[in-house]
C-alpha cells in the first residue's frame, strides 16, 4: 500500500497485525508446524498475506501498536514486522502493558491517543 503510493499516505497505523497468514496458522494449528503437515498447510491456504515481505519496502512512517496480552496474534510478530521496516522514514512501536487483542486502546485511552496523535503530527511535518 504504502510502498506503492508513497505520495497519497502520510503514514500508517497497524495494530495487533501478524507477520503471515502462514504464521497465524502454526500459530493456532501447531501441528502446521511440523515438515510433513507443512505440505497441506500450503494447499488449504491460498492466501499468503506475507505483510513480512512487504513491509521492508514502505517508506512512509508507520506507527506500530500491539497489546503484549493478545490472546490472538502474538505481540512478537508485530516486533518482527518493526525490525524489517528498515525503509519508513520514521518507525514507531507502542506496546500496550496488559492490552489483548481487541482493547489496546481501551487499557489507557489517554495515551494511546496521544500516541496515535503525536505520531501523525509527526508524520505531516515529514
Keep these: 500500500m ?3 503510493a ?14 503471515s497468514i502462514s504464521d497465524m496458522a502454526e500459530e493456532l494449528f501447531p501441528i502446521f508446524k511440523y515438515r ?8 488449504l491456504l491460498r492466501i499468503g498475506w506475507y505483510s513480512d515481505q512487504l513491509v521492508g519496502d ?21 516486533l518482527k514486522l ?14 500496550v502493558k496488559d492490552g489483548s487483542h ?6 489507557d485511552i489517554s495515551a494511546y491517543m496521544e500516541k496515535v496523535n503525536n505520531f501523525m503530527i509527526k508524520c505531516i511535518s515529514i
Excluded: C
Design 2 to 4: 504504502g510502498h506503492k
Design 6 to 19: 508513497p505520495d497519497i499516505f502520510a503514514g500508517m497505523i497497524i495494530e495487533n497485525t501478524f507477520t
Design 36 to 43: 510433513p503437515i507443512r505440505v497441506i498447510k500450503q494447499i
Design 58 to 78: 514502505i517508506t512512509i512512517p508507520i506507527l506500530y501498536i500491539t497489546g503484549q496480552e493478545d490472546e490472538i496474534v502474538p505481540y512478537t510478530q508485530t
Design 82 to 95: 518493526h525490525a524489517l521496516s528498515t525503509k519508513s522514514a520514521l518507525v514507531e512501536l507502542y506496546m
Design 102 to 107: 481487541m482493547d489496546t486502546w481501551f487499557k
